[in-house]
């Protein structure tokens, strides 16, 4: 069974930044593809950040050019490093991950106050 656990949620004020971490109980090379979405409080999950097995990468483009998503073979972790935070950027953020289904985390609660 594959499990995803994320950490490195918090509180911050806008314009800082933020580190989550994904770490897998796979070895990345293993998926598909990595990656994290967001849901806002009375809005839909979304999509934030993608990579998938041969390093491309994809974003929303609320996110572009302020969020860089990463991968530690190594330490089976995906990373979201999030800089220039928004307070429209608040949200549970899960990681996901594709190894034949969807698998997801529990979530980690991102506030950015304004």
């Known amino acids: 069974q594959v499990q995803l656990v994320e950490s490195g949620g918090g509180l911050v004020q806008a314009g800082g930044s933020l580190r989550l971490s994904c770490a897998a109980s796979r070895t990345m090379s293993s998926f598909d593809a990595m990656g994290w979405y967001r849901q806002a409080p009375g809005k839909q999950r979304e999509l934030v950040a993608l990579?998938?097995?041969?390093?491309?990468?994809n974003y929303a483009d609320s996110v572009k050019g302020r969020f860089t998503i990463s991968g530690d073979n190594a330490k089976n972790t995906v990373y979201l490093q999030m800089n220039s935070l928004e307070p429209e950027d608040t949200a549970v953020y899960y990681c996901?991950?594709?190894?034949?289904?969807?698998?997801w985390g529990k979530g980690t609660l991102v506030t950015v106050s304004s």
């Open positions: 990579i998938t097995s041969s390093g491309s990468t």
């Open positions: 996901y991950g594709i190894y034949g289904m969807h698998y």
